[in-house]
């Protein structure tokens, strides 16, 4: 069954330091989302992206991330510049978009990110 | 503001029990409601959903009830295993593409 991958599981990062998180998406799928998760809180809206460009995004997504599909399969979610509070379990989504009914969307594993 | 209100926070459920947990929403823009299911360093895993155009929707042991007129909907889960001891998450979309909102979660227990 496809499913969404996300590399790397764990990173960990000194403060002001720039990551990219990775994010292969299922393969037929057109649009694409990154979430977070504060440990044991909800999962949060960060960005939504479609046809090579942002479509939605929260408050949460400042200037200090940008996301990029650089290829044909990957989506990757950039942070500039790290700070304490970006701390968190990023889970990269995807839903297939084509159909009026395809509200289903797909999450990955996730990636730990610890900011120190 | 928050979107989806979901409660409650935890529950304890003996074994071949009844699990219920419920959502409510505002946003009547809402047409999209599922329901996630998250174990320990996990992501969420689509578990069930509904669309309003219906009042509720089975899946094996689960169950999505749905009540337009209330914005509310809930998840049943039938004859609880301890492997049903997760944490649940219910989300609510305006539409394919649109992000979810979700609940605060539940912490669901099934005692053996």
């Known amino acids: 069954e496809p499913e969404v991958t996300q590399t790397p599981s764990h990173q960990v990062t000194q403060m002001g330091q720039e990551v990219i998180l990775r994010c292969v998406p299922i393969s037929n799928h057109l649009y694409f989302y990154w979430y977070r998760q504060i440990l044991g809180q909800k999962v949060e809206f960060l960005v939504s992206?479609?046809?090579?460009?942002?479509?939605?995004k929260s408050e949460i997504f400042d200037d200090q991330f940008s996301v990029e599909r650089p290829d044909g399969s990957n989506f990757t979610l950039k942070i500039r510049s790290t700070k304490l509070e970006d701390s968190a379990m990023y889970f990269c989504?995807?839903?297939?978009?084509?159909?009026?009914?395809?509200?289903?969307?797909?999450f990955g594993p996730g990636t730990r990110l610890t900011v120190t | 503001q928050q979107q989806v209100k979901q409660s409650p926070q935890s529950l304890i459920v003996q074994k071949g029990g009844i699990s219920i947990i419920n959502c409510a929403y505002e946003?009547?823009?809402?047409?999209?409601f599922p329901w996630y299911q998250q174990f320990p360093g996990k992501g969420p895993a689509l578990l069930i959903a509904i669309r309003p155009d219906v009042s509720e929707k089975k899946e094996g042991r689960f169950t999505i009830s749905f009540n337009k007129s209330a914005k509310q909907f809930s998840l049943h889960i039938m004859d609880s295993q301890p492997g049903d001891s997760a944490t649940y998450f219910c989300?609510?979309?305006?539409?394919?593409?649109?992000?979810?909102?979700f609940g605060t979660g539940t912490s669901l227990t099934v005692i053996p």
């Open positions: 992206f479609y046809n090579n460009e942002i479509s939605e």
């Open positions: 946003n009547t823009a809402f047409d999209y």
């Open positions: 989300a609510a979309s305006p539409g394919t593409g649109n992000q979810f909102y």
């Open positions: 989504a995807s839903s297939e978009g084509v159909t009026a009914e395809s509200y289903e969307q797909y």
